[in-house]
């Protein structure tokens, strides 16, 4: 049976990886939680610690964003080498070429998410998985885009609101916003 991990509230997993989701760096943050030393993890695609939870549409959002030069918060719950997860607020920020300016990859900076904010993401997402399990991923984007639409919301809004209302993630979403805006 899996468990949680206790992630710390103070560290700042970091993970680097180019536009095709590789990763070409790790910090020490991100191999504690994780389990995984840094020979383990560069060279990887980043989907390697998937947890199962994770609806696939919240990872196309991502993507698509990414591609698009956009960058993203999001709420993941991950899947550490001993089987165990544990749960992320992340600001995904795009990295460009310094002179010519194009998608050379993104940065991942992620933090403990708050218990507020995964009690109610959770509930999202296990409708989310559901609908693309029995349905697919189009009719899971679809029930996204009009569960963001009835809240008035996008999914970074939305993401935000909850980061605002839970104590760990209010000062590291402030951080994030202050440093890539």
């Known amino acids: 049976m899996e468990h949680e991990i206790a992630v710390d509230k103070r560290a700042m997993i970091v993970t680097r990886a180019d536009t095709?989701?590789?990763?070409?760096?790790?910090n020490h943050d991100f191999?504690?939680?994780?389990?995984?030393?840094?020979?383990?993890?560069?060279?990887?695609?980043?989907?390697?610690?998937?947890h199962p939870d994770m609806p696939a549409?919240?990872?196309?959002?991502?993507?698509?964003?990414?591609k698009n030069g956009q960058d993203i918060f999001a709420v993941v719950k991950n899947r550490a080498k001993n089987g165990n997860f544990y749960w992320v607020t992340t600001k995904f920020s795009i990295r460009r070429h310094a002179f010519e300016k194009h998608i050379i990859g993104f940065i991942a900076y992620r933090q403990?998410?708050?218990?507020?904010?995964?009690?109610?993401?959770?509930?999202?997402?296990?409708?989310?998985?559901?609908?693309?399990?029995?349905?697919?991923?189009?009719?899971s984007e679809k029930y996204l885009h009009g569960f963001l639409d009835a809240m008035g919301h996008t999914y970074?809004?939305?993401?935000?609101?909850l980061a605002l209302q839970g104590e760990v993630?209010?000062?590291?979403?402030?951080?994030?916003?202050?440093?890539?805006n």
């Not at 970074?156 to 609101?161: G, P, T």
């Not at 993630?169 to 890539?180: D, I, Q, R, T, Y």
């Open 20 to 26: 095709h989701g590789v990763i070409e760096y790790a």
């Open 112 to 139: 403990k998410a708050d218990p507020t904010i995964v009690q109610e993401i959770s509930k999202l997402y296990v409708d989310l998985l559901a609908i693309e399990k029995e349905v697919g991923i189009e009719a």
């Open 31 to 50: 191999c504690e939680v994780s389990g995984y030393n840094v020979n383990e993890v560069v060279g990887k695609p980043h989907n390697f610690i998937r």
């Open 156 to 161: 970074d809004s939305y993401v935000e609101k």
């Open 169 to 180: 993630s209010k000062g590291f979403f402030a951080k994030m916003v202050s440093l890539f």
């Open 57 to 66: 549409v919240i990872f196309k959002l991502m993507w698509q964003r990414i």
